[in-house]
C-alpha cells in the first residue's frame, strides 16, 4: 500500500548485499539501543556514564545483543523471503523481546542471591529499558526495510528463455520470492507463442529479446535451457552481456532461490549437480568439523544423559518393547553401521521384515514417540554414532540400505550424498523433514547436494542454530 508513495527508483541489490544490510542494521540498532538505555539509565539515576560504568554491566549488555542476533537468525528474520512480511517480522521481534525479558526475569530475581532492594531494582531498570527500545527499533528498521525493498520496483525484472519443463520449475519458485520478477519467457518455440505458462506470458523467440529487454528494463536473462546453446544465441547472449545485463543459468538461480540443486533439471550441465571445486582449507575444514563434533557431541550426550531416564520410563509405560531402537544403516563412502534412537513405534513395526517409509500419521508411531519425534529427542542416542566417528553433527540423513539400492535406480546422483558422513541433523532435515515417498527422496537429494557443495563451518552452525528452533518449536516429523 506504499508503493504508490515510491519514486520508480531501480534498486537490484543482489541477496548478499540485502542481508549483509539487514545484519548491519541490526548490529547498530541492537548495539544503539542497549547502549542508548544504559545512558538513559544514568542520566535518570544521577549518575556519571562511562565505559568503566560499562565495563561493570558488560555481562548482560554482551549477553543481550549477542541473545537479540540469536533470536533473530534462529527466527528466520534474515530469510529474505519473510524479511519482506511485515506482519510476520513484527510478530517474531516482538516475541523475541518477551523472550529476552523472560530469560532476564529468570536469571536476575529467581536467581537472586540477596534481597531486592531498591538500589538493585534500579540497577535492572537499564536492561528492562534496553529490551523495550531494541525491540522498537528493531520493529522500525524492519518495517522501513519490508516497505521500501519489498516493493516492486526494487525487485530484480528478468526474462527467463525457454518455457519447457524446466523453465516452469524456475518460474514457480520465481513466483514464491519477492525479490524477482519474472517479466515473460522467451521461446523459439512458435507453438507457445501467446501463451502463459505459470502466470508469465511467453513473448516470443530469441529475435524479440532486444525489444523487451529495451520496454521493460531487464536486470537480468535466465538461462532454463538443459540442451547447449548454439553460437547464434551466446552471440546474442554475450552482446547483452556487454551492455550490464546479468546472464544466469537455472541451476546457478534455482539454488540461490531455493537452496536445492535442480537435479532433474540440469541437462548438459550435470557438473552443476556436484561439488567440484577443492577447498584449499579441507584439511583445516575436515579438523574443525569433527573438533566441532565432539564439542557438540559432549554436551548433546550429557542432555541425553539427563533426560534417558525419563524418556525410558515414558516408552516402557506406554508401549510395551525395548527403549532403544537399532537398524543398520550406509555412512560414508557406502560404509554400513548400525544407528540408535529410541524407540517411537510400536515393537516390531515392520513385521514382515521389509523396509518401509515413515509416513505422516502412520500408526505404528506411538503417543510417546509422537512427542519424542516432534522434538527430536529420539536422536538423541545417535550422538553415541557421532562420538564414535561414524557421523557428524551436520549432514545427509543416514539411510537405509535397501532404501538407497531402490532409489539410485530412479533418482541421479543419490549416492553422491554419501561422499560426506550422515548427520544427526542436516540442510534438508531442517528444511523438509521426512519423507515418504520417492519425490520426498528426489526434494531431500536437492537439499543434501546443496550441502555438499555449499558446505562451510558458518553452514553447520546456521543448520546447528535452525535445528534448536526446530526442538523448541515442536516442528520435527
Known sequence: MFAYLLPEVKLPL???????????????????????????WTYLSHRNFSWELVGQHSLWIIAMGIGWIVWMFVNDLYDLQIAV????????????????????SIYYFVTASAPLSEESLSLRFAPVLAIVATSLLLSIWRSMYAIFLGVAHASQRAIVIGAGVTGAILAEALEQHPY??????IDDNPQLHGKVCQNIPVLGDRHNLLQEIDRYGVDEIILAISRPIDEDLLQILANFHERGITITPMPVLYEKLTGKVAVEHIGS??????????????????????????ICGIIIGSIFAAVFP????????????AVFYKQERVGQYGAKFTVYKFRSMVQNAERNGKA??????????????NFIRKTRLDELPQ???????????????????????????????YRTRLAVKPGLTGWAQINYG???????????????????????????????????????????Q
Request: proline share 4%; aromatic share 14%.
Open 14 to 40: 543482489e541477496f548478499s548485499e540485502r542481508k549483509l544490510l539487514l545484519s548491519i542494521g541490526d548490529i547498530i540498532l541492537i548495539a544503539s539501543g542497549i547502549v542508548g538505555s544504559f545512558w538513559y
Open 85 to 104: 512480511k511485515l506482519r510476520r517480522t513484527l510478530q517474531r521481534i516482538v516475541w523475541g523481546g518477551a523472550t529476552v525479558s523472560m530469560i532476564y
Open 180 to 185: 524477482y520478477k519474472a517479466i515473460g519467457f
Open 269 to 294: 550441465q550435470w557438473y552443476s549437480a556436484l561439488p567440484l571445486n577443492k577447498n584449499p582449507f579441507d584439511t583445516f575444514n575436515r579438523i574443525g568439523k569433527r573438533c566441532l563434533d565432539l
Open 310 to 321: 525419563f524418556v525410558a520410563i515414558a516408552i516402557k509405560l506406554n508401549s510395551p518393547g
Open 356 to 369: 518401509q517409509w515413515a509416513v505422516k500419521g502412520d500408526a505404528r508411531i506411538t503417543a510417546v514417540g
Open 383 to 413: 550422538v553415541l554414532n557421532v562420538l564414535r566417528g561414524e557421523m557428524s553433527m551436520v549432514g545427509p540423513r543416514p539411510e537405509r540400505y535397501q532404501f538407497i539400492k531402490e532409489l539410485q535406480q530412479q533418482i541421479p546422483f
Open 434 to 476: 521426512y519423507g515418504s515417498t520417492t519425490k520426498d527422496a528426489l526434494i531431500k537429494l536437492q537439499y543434501d547436494l546443496y550441502y555438499l557443495k555449499h558446505w562451510s563451518p558458518w553452514l553447520d552452525l546456521k543448520i546447528l542454530l535452525r535445528t534448536f528452533s526446530v526442538v523448541l518449536k515442536m516442528q520435527g
